[in-house]
């Protein structure tokens, strides 16, 4: 098994070592602001992190209420409606 990941890491490396140069000059160009610079990270934020609570706090309360005793939802419902 060792033998097999040195071989991979040594292949790795070596097609790593072929490649130009200039290709890592020219990825500073994808890293410009720009005016939309903020939406794009608003949006990124908003699908990454914000939607996942979201739907924790939906699945959450959809199973609360299924879980309940139905003697407890009773009285629940009893002392609301007095």
């Known amino acids: 098994m060792n033998r097999m990941l040195a071989r991979l890491g040594m292949g790795i490396g070596l097609a790593l070592s072929w490649i130009d140069s200039s290709y890592a000059?020219?990825?500073y160009?994808?890293?410009h602001v720009t005016i939309d610079t903020p939406w794009a990270i608003f949006v990124f934020l908003l699908f990454t992190i914000f939607a996942p609570f979201v739907l924790m706090a939906v699945l959450v309360w959809r199973y609360v209420e299924r879980r309940a005793d139905p003697e407890k939802?009773?009285?629940i419902q009893a002392e609301g409606k007095e």
């Open 73 to 75: 939802k009773q009285a």
């Open 25 to 27: 000059l020219d990825s």
């Open 29 to 31: 160009r994808f890293l």
